[in-house]
């Protein structure tokens, strides 16, 4: 089975709007929490689906509007798009590389909840953006359950203050176990 499912040229014209708009609609979450695996999956899945919108709907774009091509492109010619396409995406990769934390700034052998405390009162005012501390999170090994068990009300380690994350006296005393 096809994890990305069903190929493209075999979806009904109403599968094909459906999925090719879904793609849009999840691109946002995947690009900002998903894997790099999850990140290069949705890009070849969303460009099977533009790529064949483009094929059975030329017109209906503004690429279809400009000089595209009157007749269907071959097999060939839809992967040399493709694969012009990846490059674009490669070269860009290439351009802004990952930026990797190492973990040992934060104290090595210590486990991972103390770890991400200590990165987060590390930060200008004991604050992160949710999305960096999810991020941090992960980075660190912490899974969603542990990092929502932080915020126990009873004894918080760590607040939400609007889009905010905030380490408490609390959780700056944990992180320097």
């Given at each position: 089975?096809n994890p990305q499912?069903?190929?493209?040229?075999?979806?009904?014209?109403?599968?094909?709007?459906?999925q090719g708009t879904?793609?849009?609609?999840?691109?946002?979450?995947?690009?900002?929490?998903?894997?790099?695996?999850?990140?290069?999956?949705?890009?070849?899945?969303?460009?099977?689906?533009?790529?064949?919108?483009?094929?059975?709907?030329?017109?209906?774009?503004?690429?279809?509007?400009?000089?595209?091509?009157?007749?269907?492109?071959?097999?060939?010619?839809?992967?040399?798009?493709?694969?012009?396409?990846?490059?674009?995406?490669?070269?860009?990769?290439?351009?802004?590389?990952?930026?990797?934390?190492?973990?040992?700034?934060?104290?090595?052998?210590?486990?991972?909840?103390?770890?991400?405390?200590?990165?987060?009162?590390?930060?200008?005012g004991g604050t992160?953006?949710?999305?960096?501390?999810?991020?941090?999170?992960?980075?660190?090994?912490?899974?969603?359950?542990?990092?929502?068990?932080?915020?126990?009300?009873?004894?918080?380690?760590?607040?939400?203050?609007?889009?905010?994350?905030?380490?408490?006296?609390?959780?700056?005393?944990?992180?320097?176990?």
């Open positions: 089975m499912g069903r190929p493209a040229r075999e979806l009904r014209d109403e599968e094909l709007e459906h879904q793609a849009h609609a999840t691109r946002n979450w995947v690009f900002l929490h998903g894997t790099a695996a999850q990140f290069a999956n949705h890009t070849a899945r969303m460009m099977e689906l533009e790529q064949e919108y483009l094929r059975r709907y030329p017109q209906r774009t503004w690429q279809g509007s400009g000089g595209a091509p009157s007749k269907p492109v071959d097999a060939l010619d839809e992967l040399k798009a493709a694969l012009a396409g990846i490059v674009v995406q490669l070269q860009a990769l290439s351009e802004h590389p990952l930026t990797v934390i190492p973990h040992d700034k934060f104290g090595a052998g210590q486990n991972p909840v103390e770890t991400l405390l200590a990165r987060l009162a590390a930060s200008p992160m953006d949710k999305l960096e501390l999810h991020q941090a999170a992960r980075e660190c090994g912490v899974s969603r359950e542990t990092l929502a068990s932080l915020y126990d009300p009873a004894s918080p380690l760590i607040v939400a203050e609007k889009a905010d994350r905030v380490i408490t006296a609390r959780g700056r005393e944990r992180a320097t176990r």
